[in-house]
């Protein structure tokens, strides 16, 4: 792979990560939360495959790539199950209709 | 295996955990949730027996320095450090475990709490053991997941979700970014293993913003101030044994976590120093402050956490910078007597929790006038109470004095200006923590009881014994500090090895 390909994945992976922190910033809905996660997750397992085929460690970045997967899979379905919950108990997928129950 | 113990330290818990879930579904109380869960007895026994190989590799480790062990692109390297956390994680589970059992009566899943608990105690100890940096995020990750369920334990409660939730958030952004600093590192030397990565690594900016990037990403979870606010909701809405984990241990396991990554770029150890300090003068500011405000005494004390993490963070900060080993002592001694102190002290508002709310059947937080005059009827969860937070205030003769008076002492040993006058600054906090210890410490005993305690719950052995033996351990401690040199020596001696002292 030349440089200037991994240039571009760089650039991928920074413009993944700005697009995550932009969804984390402006989103309030819990589901399009999950996703915005995602996106920063998926944004780290590409900057993790880049960094091993610029080692010529293709092979150990992609096994860690399909681990992250699956640890960052269980975390959203975690998340999501806690959705459902709390739009069965209050009824709404609202970040800020769920932060009024906090205590100050 | 037979002659690698530590394998059992985390293998005993892990394969329990699916058993202790599957006989508390089938055997478990079920919908007629006054009966006990037999769960409770599977985990108390569970975590009985890990202590057995706890012992046998404490003993080796002791005798022989470091153990070594690695297959293929698992490595594990367990020394004075990786003990010290398995062995605070260990003591405070079994703790916890026996305080649960009337604690969750009447409550239902109440094998997914357990099962849960038990499967904490090896992914910590796995935490602490690990010499990769990708297995270190595995398993911070694994210790991250069961603590999501955990927080949201009672599930029907609106605060409980809201807590778990943005825990879950923000602890998975923080994962992202250990992600993205994991990639950068494997970009700039080739390897993940820490000791590979140390004799490799250079003083180059890809690796400075790795460092901040583990920084910001371990912070999450060790509670760093700007990064703290899933902590005081989290540890407030959880069941009062899970407040003591987490508090005790959860958020020391984060930062050791943080300092094994960072151990490996050890060229930089003195810029790492420097802003584990800034970030401990920090905490220990705000959370005195907002500990200040607060009614609810689940909330204070998870304020309280942050600033006792900032003695942890400028012990270390200051051990690590100036080439200290009493600064790194100190601060491993004080995760030591704050998991302890703390551990005490949640479960101690927990058992009054108990008595006053939750066996009456409802979920309302524990408030500072709602444990007025509780020493009239709940004697002992009033003294432990007291024993813990006045140690945590730093009163001579208990243990949460001797940990900081190492602290202080090493700060002095350094001879700079400013660390002298920062630990000056952190000895004001610490009298600046009793207008808040101090109110709780009047209301159990100097407060006529409030109309609460009078038509309390009577409490089980089950929940009183485990405050009893914490209260004595602290007291004990405060009598012969010297108690635990064996441990945080050894751990502080190769803390300072990794990071190049």
């Known amino acids: ?104 | 295996m037979s002659n690698n113990p530590f394998l059992w330290l985390i293998a005993i818990p892990l394969i329990s955990t699916p058993v202790i879930y599957l006989i508390g579904r089938v055997f478990g109380p079920g919908e007629e949730s006054s009966k006990p869960c037999p769960s409770q007895y599977i985990t108390l026994a569970a975590l009985l027996a890990t202590w057995i190989p706890y012992i046998l590799s404490v003993s080796e480790v002791l005798a022989n320095g470091s153990i070594e062990y690695s297959s293929q692109s698992i490595a594990f390297r367990i020394d004075g450090l990786s003990l010290l956390l398995a062995g605070l994680v260990l003591a405070l589970a079994t703790l916890v475990a026996l305080f649960s059992g009337a604690y969750l009566a009447g409550e239902k899943e109440q094998e997914k709490y357990y099962a849960l608990l038990v499967a904490l105690v090896g992914i910590i100890a796995g935490l602490g053991m690990t010499n990769d940096l990708f297995n270190l995020w595995v398993w911070f990750e694994a210790m991250s997941i069961s603590t999501y369920f955990l927080v949201a334990f009672y599930r029907k409660q609106p605060r409980s979700l809201e807590a778990g939730i943005k825990y879950l958030v923000q602890s998975a952004i923080g994962s992202a970014m250990i992600l993205l600093a994991i990639g950068l590192v494997l970009a700039s030397t080739g390897s993940l293993n820490l000791d590979l990565i140390r004799q490799v690594s250079t003083k180059s900016p890809m690796l400075l913003i790795a460092g901040a990037l583990f920084i910001l990403g371990f912070g999450v979870k060790s509670a760093l101030v700007p990064m703290h606010t899933w902590l005081p909701d989290a540890h407030s809405v959880a069941p009062s044994g899970i407040s003591a984990m987490l508090s005790g241990v959860i958020i020391e396991a984060g930062l050791i976590a943080m300092l094994r990554a960072l151990s490996a770029l050890s060229l930089m150890a003195s810029e790492w120093g420097i802003i584990l300090m800034a970030f401990g003068a920090a905490n220990m500011l705000f959370g005195n402050l907002m500990a200040l405000s607060q009614t609810q005494v689940k909330r204070l004390l998870a304020f309280s956490s942050l600033s006792q993490m900032g003695y942890v963070f400028i012990g270390l900060g200051l051990g690590i910078y100036a080439n200290v080993i009493n600064g790194v002592r100190g601060g491993l001694f004080h995760i030591l007597t704050h998991g302890m102190m703390k551990g005490l002290a949640f479960l101690a508002a927990g058992s009054l929790l108990y008595a006053l709310h939750i066996a009456a059947g409802d979920h309302m937080p524990l408030t500072k006038s709602d444990i007025c005059g509780a020493a009239r009827r709940y004697p002992l969860p009033a003294l432990a109470l007291s024993v813990a937070v006045l140690g945590l205030g730093c009163i001579p003769p208990l243990a949460g004095f001797w940990s900081k008076w190492q602290i202080f002492l090493a700060g002095f040993e350094t001879q700079q200006v400013w660390i002298i006058a920062l630990i000056v600054f952190a000895g004001l906090n610490s009298l600046l923590s009793f207008g808040y210890y101090a109110p709780l410490v009047i209301a159990v005993y100097r407060r006529e009881p409030s109309e609460l305690v009078q038509n309390g719950h009577p409490l089980s052995f089950g929940i009183q014994a485990p405050l009893l033996l914490l209260s004595v351990a602290i007291i004990v401690i405060g009598l012969w500090p010297n108690l635990f040199t064996w441990l945080t020596k050894p751990a502080a001696a190769g803390l300072m090895t990794a990071f190049g002292g």
Request: proline share 1%.
């Open chain 1, 1 to 104: 792979m030349n440089p200037s390909s991994i240039n571009i994945l760089a650039a991928c992976v920074l413009a993944l990560f700005g697009v995550a922190i932009y969804g984390l910033l402006v989103t309030r809905n819990l589901i399009k939360i999950m996703i915005v996660l995602q996106i920063l997750v998926k944004a780290a397992v590409l900057g993790l495959v880049v960094a091993g085929k610029m080692n010529g460690q293709i092979n150990l970045s992609q096994s860690i790539a399909v681990t992250v997967i699956v640890a960052d899979t269980v975390v959203v379905i975690v998340g999501l199950a806690l959705a459902i919950q709390a739009r069965q108990v209050i009824g709404t997928l609202d970040a800020d209709a769920l932060s009024k129950f906090r205590e100050d």
